[in-house]
């Protein structure tokens, strides 16, 4: 008698263990999670040993020369962990020299300023028209022929596109890719002397 008391109260449980699982699949609660990352887009420019840079210096330069610089402007995704590309532009601050973004010949205290991104100085040869900064941001683009701000040999890791935060170029400088600008000015100028903050070149994270 014992034995058939306890068959049916194990199989009243099990019916009621079958139900409980039945009311809980045909109403199921839900809840939706939303996050808010503080992190911004953000960039930084450095010297070879790591500082703050907001000037660079061409030094000497006589009319009808072409310089790049001789030390490399490291740009360093401070943004604590976002993926940056990179854009460009020029603000021709007014002053006697004239910003010119075009190809061509430069007329009379004009002057010209094209910028690539790679590791190793580039030779003036590197630089392209497509390379040419203008007032309106452009967008840096990756390794290859006719590449805004690349050539078809900038290793992928060395161009202004998908920029991680990995301090790749190590510490100094704390940066993670190389910028390279080139200065070109006319063959006759009114102008002599130190030519003070003549442009301003904008680094912009996207």
């Known amino acids: 008698m014992n034995i058939f008391r306890t068959s049916r109260i194990l199989l009243a449980g099990a019916a009621l263990a079958l139900l409980a699982a039945g009311a809980e699949a045909a109403s199921p609660d839900t809840l939706t999670l939303t996050v808010a990352i503080g ?6 420019l450095r010297d070879a ?9 061409f030094g000497p330069m006589s009319l009808g020369q072409a310089s790049v610089n001789s030390s490399p402007i490291n740009v360093d995704n401070d943004s604590g962990g976002l993926m940056e590309s990179l854009q460009l532009s020029v603000g021709d601050t007014g002053g006697g020299l004239i910003l010119r973004t ?17 590791d190793a100085q580039p030779a003036h040869g590197d630089f392209g028209s497509e390379d040419i900064l203008t007032a309106s941001a452009q967008a840096a683009q990756a390794q290859g022929a006719g590449a805004v701000f690349a050539t078809a040999s900038t290793v992928t890791a060395e161009d202004g596109v998908s920029v991680a935060d990995n301090n790749r170029l190590g510490t100094p400088p704390t940066a993670e890719v190389r910028l390279w600008l080139r200065l070109e000015l006319a063959g006759s100028s009114t102008l002599s002397g130190t030519q003070a903050n003549f442009a301003t070149v904008y680094v912009n994270a996207y």
């Open 39 to 44: 992190n911004q887009l953000s960039v930084r």
């Open 49 to 57: 040993g790591g500082a703050d840079l907001s000037a660079y210096d």
């Open 102 to 118: 075009t190809t061509g010949a430069l007329a009379q205290d004009e002057y010209r300023l094209q910028a690539l991104f790679q």
